[in-house]
Structure formats: C-alpha cells, structure tokens
C-alpha cells in the first residue's frame, strides 16, 4: 500500500507526518560522519540514535555511514547547513530526510516485519516544499532527487538493529513554504473551508526558518507571483552570533545550533562554568532576537505598504515561536498574527496538498 506523508524539509529540521497519524516525527537537521561506535549503555529511544547508512541514485556518495538527527546534534564532527546550502540540491537534507521516511515506516503501528532477512519496503507519495526564492528554478530538480528507490539500514539504533528499509518515492509533490503552511490554517482535514477569510482574501505570510524567510502573499488560496519573495536570513544567522558570543564571554561553546535553541524553548538560559559557578546568558541572547525581530518587522511593514490590500499578517515558522514577544514589541500598532506549532504548519500543509492531488479521501 502507498503511503501519504507531508514532509518539511528544514534546514533546522526535518518534520514529518503520515496521513491518518496524529503525531509528528522531528528529527534535526544534523549530520555526523558514522562509525563503529562504543555503547556503554543503549539509547532508551531509536529516534535518539539513528545510525545509519544510506544508499540513493541521489547521493553523490553511496553506501555512506551517518549519525543522523540527535546523535549528532553533540557530535563534535557534526555538519549544520549554512546559507550557501541549497535545499534543492543538499545531499545532507536527502540523508535525514530518507531516513525519517524509513524511521517513519518501520515504527508505525499498523506495520508488520518482513520475513527474516529480508528488507522492508515502503511505497511513499509525499508532499513537500521549497522557500519562495528557490522554488521557479529548482522545484523540478528537487521533484527528480526524491523520486526514486532509496535505501536505508539502520546499525547500532536500538531496537532496530540491521533492519533495512526501502524507501521507494513514487510521486512528491512540490509546493511553496509558507504558502502552504497558509492553506493548512485555511481548511479543514477534509480540505473544506475552514476559515474564509483566509481562504477567500488577500493574506500577507512572514515564514522565518533557520536560513530563509519567506512572504509568500496569498490571494484566494493563490500564490501572488508579483508580491512573494524571500529572504536569504533566518533565526540561524542570529544563533550563530549568540553562540560565538557566550564562546567569547565565557568560553563555553555550544556544540550546536539544536543545543542552543533548546535551551531557547525552555527559557533555560543558565549555563554551567567550568569550575562551577553559573551564568545567565539572557543578557547575550535577547539584543540579537530584538534585532532579528526590528528586521522582520522593518520587512512586514515595507510589504503590507507596497500592497495595501492585505488583510491581515500571519507570521510562521519555528522563528515566529522564538521571537514573538519580540516582534509584537516591534511592529508597535501594526498588528500581526501568531499560531501554536507555528513550526510545524508547512509539514500539515504539504501533507494536505499531496492528498488533494492524490484526491484520496482524509482519513479519520
Ligand atoms: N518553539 C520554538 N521556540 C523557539 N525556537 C524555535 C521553536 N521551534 C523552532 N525554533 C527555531 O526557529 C528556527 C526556525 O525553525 P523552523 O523549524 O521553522 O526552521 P526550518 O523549517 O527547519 O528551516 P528553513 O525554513 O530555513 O528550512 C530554528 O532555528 C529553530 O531551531
Ligand atoms: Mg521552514
């Protein structure tokens, strides 16, 4: 049986959702190079161990050994993607992504082992996204490196050990971040109407990921090729800046992105000295959140003035989480509006847009 997922691509994460499942599966955007790896006690969750090895006709290098996701994220050999890294056209982006969709597969509840020996195999049609600015040029490069038969085995994850998983895309279907995560606040599961205003207006979209910003400008429920474009920044560019300056006050590194922004969910801002002692490094985080959220506010205003007839503002991604008590702070009276796992809103949507190509009933 062919199975539909909605799959975000970040380039802090990769979010993932099976049709018909409730929960998201999130796996960071991080890499390390694999190797045999001492075990003094076994991870208590496979997701917090992914150590595998991936075969793709996509990959420039096949049968590579990678630490994926949260095993790498304290890797000191570990890779985070930069501004210069294509979505499209990252090799690292396939790796993770290839194997949450083999992750996704082998643990769902409603499958059953292949026979001994054998590999496991799984049909996908997915639907996932491209930022506004890589999206004319690239989207059928990026369409052609999913489709196909990829391979994935898992080694010293813990209870999956050996298993290997073919992971064969059969179709994806490529939208607009942004856009998406719009057309998901818009309908229902069942793709109806869910809000008309959005549906039927003319709506002003700021979606801040880790490197790119988008402002899609959506007109009933369509995509405004004039008025859309993208920003090459995201929250990364500023948490790259943080980390180098906690390293400089207190000489203690971050080893990752993912660790810092962890810390940034929790609001634990407190870190342990080296020889004890502690300190609160909220006084270095929030001049560099109150700058990003200046910047994006500057954005949003110069838009809505250039096209007077948006109706409202929704800002999205995991940046609009970080920094909105910063940007409410910032655009003053202009009103701009928030939702929960705003994170998490392009995955829904992508996932909603494959279904109504595919024209498959909603689940449930
Ligand atoms: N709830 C949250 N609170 C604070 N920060 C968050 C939250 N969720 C995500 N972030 C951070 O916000 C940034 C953007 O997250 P998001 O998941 O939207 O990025 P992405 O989609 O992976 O990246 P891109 O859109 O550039 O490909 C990341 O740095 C992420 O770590
Ligand atoms: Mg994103």
Not at 34 to 50: F, T
Not at 74 to 92: I, V, Y
Not at 97 to 103: D, F, K, M
Not at 233 to 245: E, Q
């Amino acid at each position: 049986m062919i199975k539909l997922a909605g799959i975000d691509i970040g380039n802090d994460s990769i979010k993932l959702v099976m049709d018909g499942s409730a929960e998201p599966l999130i796996v960071p955007n991080v890499v390390a190079p694999g190797y045999d790896r001492h075990i003094l006690q076994e991870e208590d969750s496979p997701v917090k161990a992914l150590d595998v090895m991936v075969s793709s006709p996509s990959l420039a290098q096949r049968n590579q050994r990678y630490f994926v996701g949260l095993m790498a994220v304290e890797h000191e050999d570990n890779m985070e993607l930069e501004e210069t890294d294509n979505k499209a056209l990252s090799d690292q982006s396939l790796i993770v992504a290839l194997t949450a969709l083999a992750y996704a597969c082998v643990t769902s509840s409603s499958y059953t082992q292949s026979g001994f020996g054998g590999a496991d195999e799984v049909e996908y049609v997915i639907g996932t996204g491209l930022p506004v600015r890589l999206y004319a040029k690239f989207h059928e490069a990026f369409e052609q490196r999913l489709v196909g038969e990829h391979e994935v085995t898992f080694l010293s994850t813990p209870q999956l050990q050996g298993r290997r998983v073919k992971v064969a895309i059969r179709r994806a279907v490529v939208s607009i971040e942004g856009a998406a995560a719009l057309y998901n606040l818009a309908t229902l599961d069942s793709l109806q109407v869910r809000d008309e205003e959005l549906y039927y207006g003319c709506i002003g979209v700021c979606e801040i990921g880790a490197l790119t910003t988008d402002f899609p400008v959506v007109k009933r429920m369509n995509i405004d090729n004039h008025f859309s474009y993208g920003e090459q920044f995201g929250l990364s560019n500023y948490l790259d800046l943080i980390i180098r300056d906690v390293e400089d006050a207190y000489g203690y590194r971050f080893p990752s992105r993912a660790k810092l922004v962890q810390r940034v969910k929790e609001r634990n801002f407190v870190i342990q000295m080296l020889g004890e002692g502690q300190v609160d490094i909220r006084s270095v985080v929030e001049p560099y959140f109150q700058r990003a959220a200046t910047r994006v506010a500057e954005l949003i205003r110069k838009r809505w003035r250039k096209y007077p007839d948006i109706q409202c503002f929704y800002v999205l991604g995991g940046g609009a989480a970080a920094l909105k008590p910063y940007l409410q702070e910032a655009a003053g009276s202009m009103r701009l509006r928030f939702v929960n796992d705003s994170e998490l809103q392009n995955m829904y949507g992508y996932l909603k847009v494959a279904r109504s190509r595919t024209s498959q009933p909603a689940l449930g």
